[in-house]
């Protein structure tokens, strides 16, 4: 959360990440949209002052923004849903969100914010048309999202999955919700959420099982965005295409988690 915020409202050139897949968030918060002949699945709606940015990113691409019918989040946080409601308002898109979420969201908010007042938690509300589980489908079209539970970051907090026709091949889209410890948040003797330091080490298991080609996340930043992104047109394979990155960045989030575990053990 120290990091510089200016990167989640500065607009980024939107682009195609493979087959249907797109990237039309900005400099770091990212949203992506997901096109059918159905209509398409956008997935995160990021801060309230960022749908104006996701509209223009959807349009620059030829696309229409009303023709959204879906919209999905990675989880209960103001950078990834506040816009949420102003989305479902401009386009009567279905609002999708893991059930142990769905609350949060619905609430605007955590009720009881186990991380200290922060404002990250705290969002416009939005009515949930459908509460998913771990491993639901969401089809559009010819799509077919997965929705993983991987939750210690909030308890609802989800990654996408996709398998993604590019030309001759499929390749499997990973775009991780969060799986970073925030300054603050407790690990060991939280009352407000007891199992969260379980939950995490559930995450990483899951995330480190998974079959990823295509190495996203809910942040630019997880995934080294902006360089991969220079590299399009230019590199001989598609920059996104990087397993290696992704089990590199996962097993430096778990490291991360033991550590601060660890440490609250030993504070307690």
């Not at 223009?56 to 959204?68: P, R, W």
């Not at 308002?89 to 609002?95: C, F, I, N, P, S």
């Not at 998913?132 to 539970?149: H, I, M, N, P, Y």
Request: neutral net charge.
């Amino acid at each position: 959360m120290a990091q510089d915020r200016s990167s989640w409202t500065e607009p980024f050139s939107p682009h195609r990440i493979a087959g249907n897949l797109y990237y039309v968030g900005s400099r770091d918060l990212a949203s992506y949209l997901i096109t059918t002949s159905e209509g398409h699945v956008l997935i995160n709606s990021s801060l309230e002052e960022s749908v104006p940015l996701i509209r223009a990113s959807v349009e620059k691409l030829g696309f229409k923004f009303t023709d959204i019918r879906i919209l999905l989040i990675s989880h209960a946080h103001s950078d990834h849903c506040a816009g949420s409601a102003e989305i479902v308002k401009l386009t009567g898109a279905k609002y999708y969100v893991m059930e142990q979420d769905a609350e949060a969201v619905e609430g605007g908010g955590a009720k009881k914010s186990r991380v200290g007042k922060g404002d990250y938690t705290q969002f416009p509300p939005a009515k949930v048309d459908r509460r998913l589980k771990d491993g639901e489908e969401v089809k559009l079209g010819d799509s077919v999202l997965v929705a993983r539970l991987t939750s210690g970051h909030t308890p609802g907090c989800t990654t996408w999955t996709m398998q993604v026709k590019d030309e001759d091949k499929v390749l499997n889209a990973v775009i991780i919700g969060s799986p970073n410890v925030n300054p603050g948040y407790v690990l060991v003797g939280n009352k407000n959420y007891p199992g969260i330091a379980a939950d995490y080490e559930k995450t990483f298991q899951l995330l480190k099982a998974l079959p990823v080609d295509l190495f996203l996340g809910a942040h630019g930043g997880y995934y080294g965005m902006e360089a991969k992104h220079v590299k399009l047109g230019v590199s001989v394979t598609n920059p996104f295409i990087d397993p290696e990155g992704y089990l590199r960045y996962v097993q430096d989030r778990e490291a991360a988690f033991r550590a601060e575990w660890e440490k609250q053990k030993k504070a307690q």
